[in-house]
T-cell receptor, first 110, second 116 residues
């Protein structure tokens, strides 16, 4: 079953923060986050593994609550380059098969 | 450039026809994944191959089939095409062990299929 992402879409002014949530009905081993710009391939942002470790990548970080089967992606001081659709991909163990959420469209404006 | 090559980039065909999409994974990656992306469905997992063997299957229709060859490139065959098959088809590769989901997926640019 597909993980649920919220919000579906968000518009930010440059410099504002945003949180994107990903929730699954299944027990998770890992959560992956990808960003896809219009007309391009999805690009990897980060992986979070079972254990609740929070990861960061410059001004983008994420957390994983395995008990709640949820992950959140935090974007701070957003930049125009952050615009795109963000997908979470959930893994339940065994191989790298990921089930992706429906995506969150993020637009950063001046 | 992810290192994953997909051909063709664009394909327009008629209903009832058959097409083959090709994917060359990154050098050294043993796993190949196929995903379908349509406007209202997001990224839908179709199938995964690992070193020539089918590893996992998702919502792949019986009209669709895939294989991974000894040189690790993969082909996705779509037959008896319907209007609803129009979508962007992504191939991704990873260095996948038989362990858990720890590997980054590298996506190709996709093949856009339009069925008229």
């Amino acid at each position: 079953q597909q993980p649920v992402q919220s919000p579906q879409a968000v518009i930010l002014r440059e410099g504002e923060d945003a949180v994107i949530n990903c929730s699954s009905s299944k027990a998770l081993y890992s959560v992956h986050w990808y960003r896809q710009k219009h007309g391009e391939a999805p690009v990897f942002l980060m992986i979070l593994l079972k254990g609740g470790e929070q990861k960061g990548h410059e001004k983008i970080s994420a957390s994983f609550n395995e008990k709640k089967q949820q992950s959140s992606l935090y974007l701070t001081a957003s930049q125009l380059s952050y615009s795109g659709t963000y997908f979470c991909g959930t893994g339940t163990g065994g191989g790298n098969k990921l089930t992706f959420g429906t995506g969150t469209q993020l637009k950063v404006e001046l | 450039d992810s290192g994953v090559t997909q051909t063709p980039k664009h394909l327009i065909t008629a209903t009832g026809q058959r097409v083959t999409l090709r994917c060359s994974p990154r050098s050294g990656d043993l796993s190949v994944y196929w995903y379908q992306q349509s406007l209202d469905q997001g990224l839908q997992f179709l199938i995964q191959y690992y070193n020539g063997e089918e590893r996992a299957k998702g919502n792949i229709l019986e009209r669709f089939s895939a294989q991974q060859f000894p040189d690790l490139h993969s082909e996705l065959n779509l037959s008896s095409l319907e209007l609803g098959d129009s979508a962007l088809y992504f191939c991704a590769s990873s260095v996948s062990s038989r362990g858990a989901n720890t590997g980054e997926l590298f996506f190709g640019e996709g093949s856009r299929l339009t069925v008229l």
